[in-house]
């Protein structure tokens, strides 16, 4: 089936600086992946949409500026937190809609990130 | 606005039993509705999709009913087993496979 990497799963950065969260599609092109965030024992929250070759659609109340998302290829999108504060802390998940598929949708494992 | 409501609290069964999950939502007409399985640190698995002119849908142990008219899914488990225990998603979509919008999910507990 389809296979969503996303890397790191696990990161530890200092206020104020910037992290890089990679998501990869192993076996299928995706012109559009998600970004969701996740906060302990809640559910996902979709931050943008982001498609392949164009600008990112940012949710509403989502800084573009703070969540930058790059989607320079058919299997790899990345999201970096600039600036990142610990209330950037949480957990982020990345999907690939994968068009083959019945249900479109392959996540990734998610990234837990802890600013310090 | 859109809201999707699960029931917040955890679900506590025993094994052998069947789980019964609620999905309800409210200012939404979704073209399909998908289940998830999410475990601790991970990320969602994807169960079953439902879509708006189907009642319900099975796949082994898991089955799967849409009330567009109650705007209400259940999800059901049967012989639950302790592998079980996790965070249930719903998930509700429009057409085109455009963005998913989430339930707030339910933790089921199967205990042995």
């Known amino acids: 089936g389809a296979v969503v990497s996303q890397h790191p799963s696990r990161v530890i950065c200092k206020s104020g600086t910037s992290v890089k969260i990679e998501c990869r599609s192993l076996?299928?092109?995706?012109?559009?992946m998600f970004w969701y965030r996740q906060f302990p024992k809640k559910s996902l929250m979709l931050m943008a949409t982001?498609?392949?070759?164009?600008?990112?659609?940012?949710e509403q109340g989502v800084e573009k500026d703070k969540f930058l998302i790059n989607h320079a290829s058919l299997t790899l999108s990345t999201l970096t937190v600039t600036s990142a504060h610990p209330e950037d802390s949480s957990f982020y998940i990345c999907?690939?809609?994968?068009?083959?598929?019945?249900?479109?949708?392959?996540f990734g494992s998610g990234t837990r990130l802890t600013v310090v | 606005s859109q809201k999707i409501e699960q029931n917040s609290e955890a679900l506590n069964i025993q094994e052998g039993k069947t789980a019964t999950l609620t999905c309800n939502y409210t200012n939404y007409s979704p073209a399909y509705l998908q289940w998830y399985r999410q475990d601790p640190g991970r990320g969602p698995v994807f169960l079953l999709l439902?879509?708006?002119?189907?009642k319900e849908k099975r796949k082994e142990r898991l089955k799967v009913t849409f009330d567009t008219t109650l705007k209400q899914s259940l999800f059901h488990i049967t012989a639950s087993q302790p592998a079980d225990s996790a965070t249930y998603l719903c998930a509700l979509g429009n057409t085109g496979f455009q963005k998913l919008v989430f339930g707030t999910g339910t933790r089921l507990l199967v205990s042995p």
């Open positions: 982001s498609n392949e070759g164009s600008k990112a659609t940012y």
């Open positions: 999907s690939a809609r994968d068009e083959g598929a019945l249900y479109g949708y392959t």
């Open positions: 439902i879509r708006e002119n189907e």
């Open positions: 076996d299928f092109q995706a012109t559009t």
